[in-house]
């Protein structure tokens, strides 16, 4: 099994900056894909970016590409995603998530556990 702990989130005016974290424990954080996802009100669930274990060439979506960076420090078990330039319509819940299979890709995972989420709130 693997748990995985966000924090981070919290409330910042348009145009700031916020750093998410993604504490994995349990089975080995080092072969393991993760990603990013959020979940606004009345959306799908949708990814923002992906890392793979040696953290070369993320996923980005195109709704964050430019703004958001994902990296990660497998000596602490530890993702991350720096958000900047946020714009009220980022405000969400943040989640992680980590893909465990060998086959797995970052794009499409398919990720098989998740953190319990962080609220991020952008104001206007």
């Known amino acids: 099994q693997v748990q995985l702990v966000e924090s981070g989130g919290g409330l910042v005016q348009a145009g700031g900056s916020l750093r998410v974290s993604c504490a994995a424990s349990g089975r080995t954080f080092n072969n393991f894909i993760m990603g990013w996802f959020r979940q606004a009100p009345g959306k799908e669930r949708e990814l923002l970016a992906a890392i793979s274990w040696s953290g070369a060439s993320p996923h980005y979506a195109d709704s964050v590409k430019g703004r958001f960076t994902i990296s990660r420090d497998n000596a602490k078990d530890t993702v991350y995603l720096q958000m900047n330039s946020l714009e009220p319509k980022d405000t969400a819940i943040y989640y992680c998530?980590?893909?465990?299979?060998?086959?797995?890709?970052?794009?499409?995972?398919?990720?098989?556990?998740w953190g319990q989420g962080t609220q991020v709130t952008v104001s206007s």
């Open positions: 998530a980590a893909a465990s299979n060998t086959i797995a890709t970052m794009k499409w995972g398919p990720y098989d556990y």
